[in-house]
């Protein structure tokens, strides 16, 4: 899928491995989906709220709260979504306060396998059905973003909803399977991108990833984020001369030169990991981000990276 279809989606989910910017990319592609004034949702999985620094918060919480105009964050608690669920279904928060909200009840199904998964991504389902307005049916978002787990955890937390699925038979349950598995499948309205970096073990995991989410989830593939690209300004014949310049004899410039050398082998480095990335992975496009020399403390920082996507639309 071509990076120009992507905001015409509603659901985007994001994995990758720990460290990658993973958090990073989510923000700014739902600071550049608010550019293009679409309702847009920014979502965390029971995260240690990882979002709301950038925004100035102290947590985002469970509960839907404006981060920017057109941007809506909300950390899912399993918690939450459980209690949510089952209200929805019985109605009567007595009952529920009776049943369901005491300690044993708790530690039980905290150890049901997957549980928590299902109920963060049901939840997540019934957000892309919400709507704004009943008489038009203008949906409350045009776009979900998911700040999914990384890679290990993500694999299998979007496996839940098959192994449900397969596995009940009759019930709430399997019917929730199904209104999962018709948005994850659904090829016009959900897509699956991974970030990663253009180093060893990133790519490595990346198109371990992929080649997963092909096979098991079989879930339609957007493009593949390389964060942190840096793009050397120097051709290789100004890199020769630059290493026969940083000679004694100029020894007032040599932290130039050293800084610009150092630069240009990151460069070098990406590029070979890139053009890995891409041998193992022909046809699927890449998205190369660029490095940027600051430290991210708020979603302002990341205005490059937005305006980097929107001229890529």
Do not use: W
Not at 34 to 52: C, H, I, P
Not at 71 to 84: A, Q, V
């Amino acid at each position: 899928m071509p990076f120009s279809d992507l905001f015409s989606k509603r659901l985007i989910l994001l994995s990758g491995k720990g460290g990658v910017g993973k958090t990073t990319v989510a923000c700014a592609l739902g600071l550049a989906s608010a550019k293009l004034r679409k309702n847009t949702l920014l979502v965390e999985m029971n995260s240690t709220e990882r979002l709301a620094p950038l925004f100035g918060l102290d947590k985002i919480g469970p509960h839907e709260i404006p981060l920017a105009p057109y941007l809506t964050g909300i950390n899912l608690d399993p918690r939450e979504c459980f209690e949510e669920y089952v209200l929805m279904q019985i109605h009567f928060r007595m009952l529920f306060d009776t049943f369901f909200n005491n300690r044993f009840v708790s530690l039980f199904l905290n150890a049901i396998p997957g549980l928590n998964e299902l109920l963060m991504i049901g939840k997540i389902c019934f957000l892309e059905r919400a709507i704004k307005n009943k008489k038009t049916g203008e949906p409350a978002y045009d776009l979900i973003i998911v700040d999914g787990p990384a890679t290990g955890h993500g694999l299998s937390t979007f496996e839940v909803p098959q192994v449900v699925h397969d596995a009940v038979r009759v019930g709430p349950l399997r019917k929730q399977a199904e209104r999962i598995l018709n948005l994850l499948n659904n090829p016009k309205k959900t897509t699956f991108s991974v970030v990663t970096l253009a180093e060893e073990m990133p790519v490595m995991e990346a198109t371990e990833l992929l080649d997963n989410v092909r096979k098991k989830l079989k879930m339609p593939l957007g493009p593949l984020f390389v964060n942190a690209f840096h793009d050397s300004p120097f051709t290789k014949t100004d890199r020769e001369k630059m290493s026969r310049l940083n000679s004694p004899e100029n020894q007032s410039l040599a932290p130039y030169f050293a800084c610009s050398l150092l630069e240009s082998e990151r460069n070098e480095l990406n590029e070979d990991y890139l053009k890995m990335l891409r041998e193992k992975n022909p046809g699927h496009e890449t998205i190369t981000l660029p490095f940027l020399y600051r430290e991210i403390k708020s979603s302002h920082d990341l205005k490059p990276l937005v305006d980097y996507f929107l001229k890529l639309i």
